[in-house]
């Protein structure tokens, strides 16, 4: 057993609306697996008190997941931008 824990922030707020979402992969018994939906998504339009990455329905810090993977697999992540722009520069 796995617990992924990530936390997004925006660095620097853009003007309008850019997404950015955190997907996770792995690989259990079954086979290749990957969330339905994003991890996190964080609007770089956003800035204090919430530039910060939320669950993908936008109402909940949800930054915690467990996971099975198999010994010798890895558990990766990558990140996607919505087709408004790249966005401004972001942690992770």
């Known amino acids: 057993m ?7 922030t925006a660095i620097t707020q853009s003007n309008g609306t850019h997404v950015k979402y955190l997907h996770l992969n792995w690989n259990d018994d079954a086979g290749a697996e990957s969330l339905t939906k994003p991890f996190l998504v964080l ?3 956003g800035a204090p008190p919430n530039a910060y990455g939320v669950s993908p ?36």
């Not at 796995?2 to 997004?8: E, F, L």
């Open 43 to 45: 609007d770089n339009s």
């Open 2 to 8: 796995y617990r992924v824990s990530a936390y997004m």
């Open 57 to 92: 329905d936008g109402t909940n810090v949800v930054n915690n997941f467990s996971l099975r993977a198999v010994v010798g697999t890895a558990i990766s992540y990558s990140v996607s931008v919505d087709n408004n722009a790249a966005g401004g520069p972001y942690d992770l």
